[in-house]
């Protein structure tokens, strides 16, 4: 699909970021479903340059959608400093901070696996040249009995939880201490921060759109307070102007359809990536 401005048509501003994406490099994406299009793209694109270097880790953990969840991710693989929160819960044993693909029924093999999980993704973000985030909402749960930040519920029951809607400046302030500890122990890493296109029916449209503000808020005033670090990809922004039409989404007219995250995939590496324009088809 061609990029072109006509009376029908808005074309988004995509920027050309000061270091662009090459054939050589490490990526890590984190974040809700969208990374995983985007990571899926990327590790496409990666199997025609393995000779190379290229390397993409997305979202080892399971998605995670909003500020909090996502950080605590970051910082438990970076410093490795706190208990992990396993627990058992319907003949597996868990972990809070992971997604529900990471269980297992034998308890020391777990613990194994999800120590090894975080280790990785350590080890991928100090590598990494690359760190892709996509927000998907201000929205977070914690446990009632600790007040901890959970990134999936496990299917647990949700009396067990309190939903809790981060402000801007909660976000921001998250976002921060991220960036701080990117800053420190990753810096060469050029972090991009992306919010996802997919719309939170369950918490109401017009909630959903809130969301989506706070976020677009909140990124706004990372970039511009790490400007060397953070940059912004407008898919949110595509996905609502350029694709504003039922054909672009899928068959819930809510998750973007293949064509459309194909389309993002487009404008995210014309101007900002060395890829030689190989086609990479999302299905």
């Not at 990117?182 to 810096?187: D, S």
């Not at 993002?264 to 014309?270: D, G, M």
């Amino acid at each position: 699909m061609k990029v072109e401005e006509t009376p029908l048509r808005t074309v988004v501003e995509v920027p050309k970021w000061t270091k662009m994406m090459q054939k050589d490099q490490q990526y890590v994406l984190l974040g809700s479903c969208f990374a995983a299009y985007i990571g899926e793209a990327l590790a496409r694109q990666s199997q025609h340059f393995k000779s190379e270097g290229m390397n993409v880790v997305c979202n080892p953990l399971g998605a995670a959608y909003n500020p909090e969840s996502i950080s605590i991710q970051v910082r438990q693989a970076l410093t490795g400093k706190n208990e992990l929160p396993v627990f058992h819960f319907d003949g597996k044993w868990r972990c809070w901070w992971a997604n529900t693909l990471i269980s297992d029924t034998e308890e020391k093999r777990f613990n194994e696996t999800i120590r090894t999980t975080f280790s990785d993704l350590g080890n991928a973000l100090r590598k990494a040249d690359f760190l892709f985030i996509t927000l998907g909402t201000n929205v977070c749960y914690k446990l009632k009995e600790n007040g901890m930040t959970v990134t999936n519920c496990h299917k647990v029951p949700a009396a067990k939880f309190e939903e809790v809607t981060l402000d801007l400046e909660k976000c921001v302030e998250i976002l921060s201490d991220m960036m701080e500890l990117l800053l420190e122990k990753c810096p060469k890493l050029q972090v991009v921060f992306t919010v996802s296109p997919y719309r939170y029916k369950k918490y109401g449209f017009h909630g959903s759109q809130l969301a989506k503000a706070t976020l677009l808020l909140a990124v706004d005033e990372i970039c511009k307070k790490y400007t060397e670090k953070a940059t912004y990809f407008p898919a949110y922004e595509i996905m609502m102007d350029e694709l504003r039409d039922y054909r672009f989404y899928a068959e819930d007219m809510i998750h973007p359809a293949p064509e459309a995250v194909n389309y993002i995939w487009e404008r995210l590496t014309t101007l900002n990536s060395n890829f030689y324009n190989i086609n990479v088809q999302y299905s």
